[in-house]
């Protein structure tokens, strides 16, 4: 392992923390060099399948299987960083999850290479009224669920109004506010929204556009997430806690003989290092989120190849403000320092060297992120990327203003995987010299987001893997009574504009509201964004098709074994 200019003009923080990186990746030889079994733990442009070399190389998202190089059969061992969560499109929070969903969950939309919207289980885009509150989906004919049920309008009815109406569903602030769904006919869908919606299309393209069975989500009731039924090339078989996730073919697939596997099956190892040593020997053939540290090396490797893209998503740290009864129940101001005065929050924003972690943690693969909206996005503007400079002094001076004891302690959770651990104690030498005393809480993944979903912490290191609409991204997260918003955020003026930018279809004038938006989150600061991470997986040679576009979603349904 090696860091790039690390010298002594390097601030204290990050000779610190290149030394106990370097010692904790020799401390992980020998686990990396042996393979890991069953009971493993676990945190741009169009372009086909070109080298990537860095941050500034070009994106390589893979190719296609060419049915002339694959065979037919065999089984596909992937290893992914984190165990997903619940295995319910209309509850799942979790990307480790949506890699699971990819191969057995299809929806009414997907993304391509280059972030644009494709019909999945739709046949075309929607057509949406003058006024923007009718809008219509074409679906597919003559597809059947895992179980046999038929999918038509109907089926993509029950599960929409499902996603809106679950307890504790996800989805239903996603999906905006439609008052109702109707089948047209077998093979339309018809919303009515009670303003318009724009972000609703985009919508689709995740889980909220993933169409269960009505007749197992009717006999599962709350415990589909156990058993769950969907269209796609794989089918649910069998789940083993904190270990692994198995898919089979599925013959009642539209397209099943465009499937060439027949068994997948999902294996937690949380430790990067353990992952890579098992790509590199083939117990596994797909590896995702490959550590900064190990990309080098990896890439020299004959037996496999590194795909990589630059996410649409972020790294940050959240700040608990008014989640004391968790995220379904009203915000609550916690009485906390941090929870009551906007500048403590501020002052650990200025003690955030952003361009110093992505250098020295990262290997400068990684970008410096201070906005939930990609550069790469249409929606992007200077305004909306504008960074708060790193300033220690200003950090202490905005403590000494808010009259709270320095150092000022906070605990923040993290997931308990060696990259998390190394980027909570990089923060924590950081912003010592701001004025804080950063405790670092590790906390096994799955627990971590049922704390946060509970307002069990003070402050949250976590990411999200990013959409295409800013609205997914921001919305959930900021907007008052967002489904994801665990920080317990409530501001009038946040919610103003993001209400604004949901009604127009103008991309102009979208851009300008995110600009305000990202303006008003810097001076209030519930969510502080830290770096934008690079999509990085390692795929055996042995394996053809697996493909990762920007939305950081692992593609392998489709993949087959070299001939």
Same mark, same amino acid.
């Given at each position: ?31 990396? !060099? ?6 493993? &733990? ?11 070399? #860095?941050? =500034? ?42 890699? %699971? ?39 597919? $004919? ?5 179980? #046999? ?65 009505? $007749?197992?989500?009717?006999?599962? #009731? ?42 997948? $099956? ?57 989640? =004391? ?37 990262? &290997? ?5 992120? !201070? ?44 997931? &308990? ?37 509970? #307002? ?16 997914? &991204? ?5 907007? $008052? ?12 003026? %946040? ?41 990085? =997986? ?26």
């Amino acid at each position: 392992m090696t860091f790039r200019n690390v010298s002594a003009s390097t601030p204290a923080w990050a000779r610190a923390r290149a030394l106990v990186v370097v010692l904790a990746a020799t401390s992980l030889g020998a686990a990396a !060099c042996s393979a890991v079994g069953p009971t493993g &733990n676990q945190g741009g442009g169009a372009g086909g399948s070109t080298a990537g070399s #860095g941050a =500034t190389g070009a994106d390589s998202f893979g190719s296609p299987a060419d049915a002339g190089q694959v065979k037919q059969g065999g089984s596909l061992v992937m290893a992914l960083s984190a165990e997903p969560d619940k295995l319910d499109p209309a509850l799942s929070r979790s990307l480790y999850s949506r890699y %699971v969903f990819n191969a057995m969950c299809e929806k009414l939309y997907d993304v391509d290479e280059s972030a644009k919207i494709v019909p999945q289980l739709a046949t075309a885009l929607p057509t949406i009224s003058t006024d923007g509150k009718t809008v219509t989906i074409p679906v597919k $004919t003559g597809v059947k669920f895992a179980d #046999g049920t038929p999918f038509d309008a109907e089926a993509v009815k029950a599960s929409l109004e499902r996603d809106l109406t679950l307890k504790s569903s996800a989805r239903k602030s996603e999906l905006g506010p439609i008052s109702e769904v109707a089948a047209k006919d077998a093979r339309t869908v018809v919303i009515t929204l009670s303003k318009p919606f724009a972000p609703l299309t985009a919508a689709l393209t995740d889980r909220a556009g993933m169409i269960v069975s009505p $007749t197992a989500a009717k006999q599962s #009731g709350s415990n589909f997430a156990s058993a769950p039924v969907c269209v796609g090339p794989f089918k649910f078989s069998k789940r083993v806690p904190q270990n692994s996730i198995d898919l089979e073919k599925d013959p009642n697939y539209y397209a099943a003989d465009k499937v060439h596997l027949d068994k997948i $099956t999902y294996r937690i190892i949380t430790d990067a290092s353990i992952r890579a040593a098992n790509v590199r020997s083939g117990d596994v053939l797909v590896a995702d989120s490959l550590s900064a540290q190990d990309v080098p090396a990896l890439k020299q490797e004959k037996s496999l190849q590194v795909l990589q893209s630059q996410s649409l998503g972020y790294q940050g740290v959240t700040f608990n403000i008014g989640n =004391t009864n968790g995220v379904d129940a009203p915000p609550q101001m916690r009485s906390t320092p941090e929870a009551k005065d906007p500048r403590v929050r501020q002052a650990l924003e200025y003690a955030i060297d952003r361009a110093g972690l992505v250098k020295v943690i990262f &290997n400068d693969l990684n970008t410096v992120a !201070c906005s939930p909206i990609s550069p790469a996005s249409e929606f992007s503007s200077d305004a909306a990327q504008k960074c708060t400079a790193h300033d220690p002094e200003k950090s202490k001076a905005l403590l000494k203003e808010a009259g709270v004891q320095t150092p000022f302690p906070i605990e923040m959770i993290t997931s &308990n995987n060696p990259d998390s651990l190394r980027l909570a104690q990089a923060l924590q030498s950081m912003v010592k010299e701001g004025g804080f005393d950063l405790k670092i809480k590790p906390v096994e993944y799955a627990s971590l987001l049922d704390q946060q979903d509970q #307002g069990q912490f003070s402050l949250l290191q976590l990411g999200w893997s990013g959409r295409i609409d800013p609205d997914a &991204n921001i919305t959930n997260f900021v907007g $008052t009574g967002g489904s994801q918003n665990v920080s317990g955020f409530s501001d009038k003026q %946040v919610d103003d504009l993001l209400a604004k930018a949901r009604e127009t279809q103008d991309v102009g004038q979208r851009r300008d509201l995110y600009a305000q938006v990202i303006d008003r989150l810097h001076q209030t600061d519930p969510l502080i964004y830290l770096y934008r991470q690079r999509n990085l =997986t390692g795929v055996s040679n042995s394996l053809k098709g697996v493909q990762v576009f920007p939305d950081g979603v692992v593609r392998v349904a489709f993949a087959g074994m070299a001939k």
